[in-house]
């Protein structure tokens, strides 16, 4: 790297190899390899611009770099559709560049010192709006990489994940400044830089490795479950969405055949003292129309059940509709038909808290973009992008529901997640706000078959639960079915791709965390730094294209 001998295109492998290296589902001590991925990245990008390479040369290399690590950490997606997971790794890729590019514009216009501060500010500015906007997809947000680490980052509870992206960063940063610290024109490429400040920026990398850890150590060894003790079962099907799970597939299994096994299930870890129940997403699938739908047999099914087990509450994942009496009373997102009007599906949970209460619904609210959520202006874009799932617009809500606490369990209140939600920082703690003391996550990972997909996702739960100190109950259709603790160790695990269910011991935490007190804080301050920025480039750029402008000559006056 020193001499440049890898080349450009070496720098993007290394780079995206690292960062998948890194990267949740590899074993935990290589997280710390995300310290130091981005360092052959930065020497790239260096070497580039001192060979007086174009921005379209250095665009080139920083997408190869971003498509590779795309596709090296997420390549799964394409599980679904080959055509769906190709265009999710391209699109996503091309979206990284922004705050990369930015980063080279900046650099070139205000020097190294800001460019190199200004690179942390476009990422983490950019990684806030990939929480939000419509095509939002956080998966490779930075502080997601920690995930298989749990110990490292018990202060999460204090930043949320993007106080990762920004630990990424600055030891990143300080290792590069140390070892390739930008040359003075005069400087060969080859030239090593020596001396004090260089050995300063390694010694300060060093530390800025080791202090959070340490903290990490500190904060994780004063941890203890908090709250009161309640037994919950989590339940796992196993029905393969490809083939059996809907209806017209080739070895459909009959919805009353579904319910049937999911009861069964749930009798097998039942006890006396359990507390709820929690099935998988659309557990109950077919539609049920949540105005009328005390008259669907299945309902009543599960209500009898419940009545047998008084004291139990039951959690479900359920394809629920909502119809509309006229067009003035739609949502944005309604569908229309002409027998049935307009109406609103919904990825939704259904919560049973007694045998006699009235169901309560949560409708999912972060929906997977190209699947369950198709922005108007992109549709004939996007639309072929398979991440597993109906194809379409489904409707939301922009609150979230935290469930009544049952009679016979006055301390759970109960914030349910569906599968995608779970890798949200900030919209996991809004649940914690509201009162939520038990994170309730029911998913059907069978989409991305045996992958890194589900085990990621099982990961990134751990990280919710270090952030709001709460226990996380995971429920799977397939995959992995159990339990995560307040500091985001997994236990009561069930082996995956097997009809099972887990009962496992939660704690009802009503503390709150930093993190779950205040929000996200990072995030929204680096898009206001990111704004300052480009406004002032933008100043800057245009009085320097006003100060080379050539002055307009004077006329010269005529003499008598």
């Not at 935990?28 to 390479?53: C, D, F, H, S, T």
């Not at 999460?156 to 070892?179: D, H, K, P, Q, R």
């Not at 005390?294 to 599960?302: A, L």
């Not at 952030?467 to 695990?493: C, H, M, P, W």
């Given at each position: 790297?020193?001499?440049?001998?890898?080349?450009?295109?070496?720098?993007?492998?290394?780079?995206?190899?690292?960062?998948?290296?890194?990267?949740?589902?590899?074993?935990?001590?290589?997280?710390?390899?995300?310290?130091?991925?981005?360092?052959?990245?930065?020497?790239?990008?260096?070497?580039?611009?001192?060979?007086?390479?174009?921005?379209?040369?250095?665009?080139?290399?920083?997408?190869?770099?971003?498509?590779?690590?795309?596709?090296?950490?997420?390549?799964?997606?394409?599980?679904?559709?080959?055509?769906?997971?190709?265009?999710?790794?391209?699109?996503?890729?091309?979206?990284?560049?922004?705050?990369?590019?930015?980063?080279?514009?900046?650099?070139?216009?205000?020097?190294?010192?800001?460019?190199?501060?200004?690179?942390?500010?476009?990422?983490?500015?950019?990684?806030?709006?990939?929480?939000?906007?419509?095509?939002?997809?956080?998966?490779?947000?930075?502080?997601?990489?920690?995930?298989?680490?749990?110990?490292?980052?018990?202060?999460?509870?204090?930043?949320?994940?993007?106080?990762?992206?920004?630990?990424?960063?600055?030891?990143?940063?300080?290792?590069?400044?140390?070892?390739?610290?930008?040359?003075?024109?005069?400087?060969?490429?080859?030239?090593?830089?020596?001396?004090?400040?260089?050995?300063?920026?390694?010694?300060?990398?060093?530390?800025?490795?080791?202090l959070p850890l340490l903290l990490?150590?500190?904060?994780?060894?004063?941890?203890?479950?908090?709250?009161?003790?309640?037994?919950?079962?989590?339940?796992?099907?196993?029905?393969?969405?490809?083939?059996?799970?809907?209806?017209?597939?080739?070895?459909?299994?009959?919805?009353?055949?579904?319910?049937?096994?999911?009861?069964?299930?749930?009798?097998?870890?039942?006890?006396?003292?359990?507390?709820?129940?929690?099935w998988p997403e659309t557990a109950?699938?077919?539609?049920?129309?949540?105005?009328?739908?005390?008259?669907?047999?299945?309902?009543?099914?599960?209500?009898?059940?419940?009545?047998?087990?008084?004291?139990?509450?039951?959690?479900?994942?359920?394809?629920?509709?909502?119809?509309?009496?006229?067009?003035?009373?739609?949502?944005?997102?309604?569908?229309?038909?002409?027998?049935?009007?307009?109406?609103?599906?919904?990825?939704?949970?259904?919560?049973?808290?007694?045998?006699?209460?009235?169901?309560?619904?949560?409708h999912k609210s972060r929906l997977?973009?190209?699947?369950?959520?198709?922005?108007?202006?992109?549709?004939?874009?996007?639309?072929?992008?398979?991440?597993?799932?109906?194809?379409?617009?489904?409707?939301?809500?922009?609150?979230?529901?935290?469930?009544?606490?049952?009679?016979?369990?006055?301390?759970?209140?109960?914030?349910?997640?569906?599968?995608?939600?779970?890798?949200?920082?900030?919209?996991?703690?809004?649940?914690?706000?509201?009162?939520?003391?038990?994170?309730?996550?029911?998913?059907?990972?069978?989409?991305?078959?045996?992958?890194?997909?589900?085990?990621?996702?099982?990961?990134?739960?751990?990280?919710?639960?270090?952030?709001?100190?709460?226990?996380?109950?995971?429920?799977?259709?397939?995959?992995?079915?159990?339990?995560?603790?307040?500091?985001?160790?997994?236990?009561?695990?069930?082996?995956?791709?097997?009809?099972?269910?887990?009962?496992?011991?939660?704690?009802?935490?009503?503390?709150?965390?930093?993190?779950?007190?205040?929000?996200?804080?990072?995030?929204?301050?680096?898009?206001?730094?990111?704004?300052?920025?480009?406004?002032?480039?933008?100043?800057?750029?245009?009085?320097?294209?006003?100060?080379?402008?050539?002055?307009?000559?004077?006329?010269?006056?005529?003499?008598?």
């Amino acid at each position: 790297m020193g001499n440049s001998t890898w080349g450009p295109a070496g720098l993007a492998l290394l780079t995206a190899a690292l960062l998948w290296a890194g990267w949740p589902v590899h074993p935990a001590p290589l997280a710390l390899l995300l310290l130091v991925a981005w360092v052959p990245y930065l020497r790239m990008e260096q070497v580039l611009v001192q060979q007086g390479g174009s921005g379209w040369k250095v665009f080139r290399y920083t997408y190869l770099t971003l498509v590779l690590w795309n596709a090296f950490t997420t390549w799964w997606v394409s599980y679904s559709t080959l055509g769906g997971g190709i265009t999710a790794v391209v699109l996503n890729a091309l979206l990284m560049c922004l705050p990369t590019m930015a980063f080279y514009h900046t650099k070139r216009l205000a020097g190294p010192v800001l460019g190199y501060i200004a690179l942390p500010i476009y990422w983490i500015a950019f990684e806030q709006l990939h929480l939000h906007w419509d095509l939002t997809w956080p998966w490779l947000t930075l502080g997601n990489g920690f995930a298989e680490a749990t110990s490292f980052v018990q202060w999460y509870e204090y930043t949320g994940f993007l106080g990762g992206s920004v630990w990424v960063w600055v030891v990143n940063l300080l290792l590069f400044w140390g070892l390739f610290r930008p040359q003075r024109q005069a400087e060969t490429l080859a030239q090593p830089t020596s001396g004090k400040m260089h050995k300063g920026f390694v010694a300060g990398a060093a530390l800025a490795t080791l202090l959070p850890l340490l903290l990490s150590w500190f904060i994780g060894s004063r941890v203890q479950e908090q709250g009161q003790a309640l037994e919950v079962v989590v339940v796992q099907p196993n029905v393969d969405p490809y083939t059996e799970k809907f209806q017209g597939k080739a070895n459909f299994v009959p919805y009353d055949e579904q319910l049937s096994r999911l009861l069964r299930l749930t009798e097998q870890k039942l006890t006396p003292n359990t507390k709820l129940v929690i099935w998988p997403e659309t557990a109950l699938e077919e539609y049920y129309f949540e105005q009328q739908i005390e008259t669907n047999p299945k309902i009543f099914r599960v209500r009898q059940w419940l009545a047998q087990h008084p004291g139990v509450a039951l959690l479900t994942g359920i394809t629920s509709v909502v119809m509309y009496p006229n067009q003035e009373a739609a949502s944005v997102t309604a569908r229309h038909r002409d027998d049935m009007g307009y109406y609103d599906v919904f990825n939704s949970g259904a919560y049973f808290p007694s045998a006699t209460a009235p169901i309560e619904f949560y409708h999912k609210s972060r929906l997977v973009p190209g699947v369950e959520k198709i922005p108007p202006l992109l549709t004939s874009l996007i639309s072929h992008i398979d991440l597993g799932g109906t194809v379409g617009s489904y409707g939301s809500q922009p609150e979230r529901t935290v469930f009544s606490a049952p009679a016979g369990a006055p301390a759970l209140r109960a914030a349910p997640l569906i599968c995608y939600e779970s890798i949200y920082g900030d919209f996991t703690a809004e649940y914690v706000q509201r009162g939520a003391t038990l994170l309730g996550l029911f998913t059907n990972d069978a989409w991305w078959h045996d992958s890194p997909g589900y085990r990621q996702l099982l990961r990134y739960g751990a990280l919710r639960c270090i952030e709001t100190r709460r226990d996380l109950a995971r429920s799977a259709n397939t995959g992995f079915t159990g339990f995560i603790n307040q500091k985001g160790d997994v236990y009561q695990r069930e082996t995956a791709w097997v009809p099972t269910a887990s009962r496992g011991t939660v704690h009802l935490n009503t503390e709150l965390t930093f993190y779950a007190r205040y929000g996200e804080l990072i995030g929204p301050a680096t898009q206001v730094l990111a704004g300052l920025l480009l406004a002032g480039l933008l100043v800057l750029s245009l009085n320097r294209r006003f100060a080379t402008k050539p002055a307009a000559q004077e006329p010269v006056a005529r003499t008598a």
